[in-house]
């Protein structure tokens, strides 16, 4: 069950990262990325304060899939990546949570940059 409450809490949170981009896109000019930093920084505050709730008051297990792991993952992804590095931290693990906070940024530029050259060598051989 804790899969299916995942999914249907990552349907909405996916649902509600949309609603919120789109609508910032419409009323913030620019060319900067307002919605993504606004959603990720929103589901980073919220889920560090449902996870701190969730620490010291009893919730059942499946709610706590759904809402964290399910309606935040889906909203933004980068609020799961701060909260295991705050949890790192937490645990004494800063070796680890560098890792984890530099691996992520530099890495994850990285491969978009590598995944782009890889399409575009791809389609330049497809289309020829």
């Known amino acids: 069950m ?3 409450y995942a999914i249907i809490g990552g349907g909405i949170g996916s649902g509600l990262r949309f609603l919120m981009t789109d609508w910032t896109h419409k009323h ?3 060319v900067f990325p307002w919605g993504t930093l606004w ?3 929103i589901g980073s505050f919220v889920i560090g304060v449902l996870w701190e709730i969730s620490e010291r008051v009893s919730v059942a297990p499946d709610l706590r899939v759904f809402v964290l792991v399910g309606i935040l993952g889906g909203f933004t992804t980068f609020s799961s990546y701060a909260l295991e590095s705050i949890t790192l ?3 004494g693990e800063t070796g680890y949570a560098l890792i984890n906070i530099i691996a992520t940024n530099m890495l994850g530029l990285v491969l978009v940059v590598a995944g782009a050259m ?3 060598e791809m389609l330049s051989w497809a289309l020829k």
């Open 89 to 91: 931290l937490r645990a």
């Open 118 to 120: 890889l399409s575009k």
């Open 2 to 4: 804790p899969l299916v």
């Open 39 to 41: 959603v990720n920084l």
């Open 28 to 30: 913030v000019a620019g």
